[in-house]
Nanobody, 128 residues
Framework: QVQLVESGGGLAHVGDSLRLACAVS?????????VGWFRQAPGKEREFVGV????????HYADLVKGRFTISRDNAKNTVHLQMNSLKPEDSAVYYC????????????????????WGQGTQVTVSS
């Protein structure tokens, strides 16, 4: 069982930066999960932000955040970060981290399977 806890959300202004953290606990199980970030704004569907492999050697970002957001992980500290720069009002949402052993991402179909574990989310609000 993997448990995920997000932190670092809050209020920002346009152009500001925020750094979210996702604490990953595998309960001693020998898991090496991929970790993804998603977001959901009120009245909208959940949206893929990005994903990072266990080693951190491979990352993939949604076009909407490419060049502005960066995912990194520190496995020694069991933490995955989402660095968000040049924030825009449309980045306002609840941000979730999710984990899975072998998730698949198909942005063209809006399909994100295999993220079996989810955190509770952290609110990010970007004011203009």
């Amino acid at each position: 069982q993997v448990q995920l806890v997000e932190s670092g959300g809050g209020l920002a202004h346009v152009g500001d930066s925020l750094r979210l953290a996702c604490a990953v606990s595998s309960g001693g199980a020998a898991m090496k999960p991929f970790v993804g970030w998603f977001r959901q704004a009120p009245g909208k569907e959940r949206e893929f932000v990005g994903v990072i492999t266990w080693s951190g050697g491979s990352k993939h970002y949604a076009d909407l955040v490419k060049g502005r957001f960066t995912i990194s992980r520190d496995n020694a500290k069991n933490t995955v970060h989402l660095q968000m720069n040049s924030l825009k009002p449309e980045d306002s949402a609840v941000y979730y981290c999710a984990a899975g052993q072998s998730p698949t991402v198909d942005e063209s179909r809006g399909s994100y399977d295999g993220f079996d574990y989810w955190g509770q989310g952290t609110q990010v609000t970007v004011s203009s």
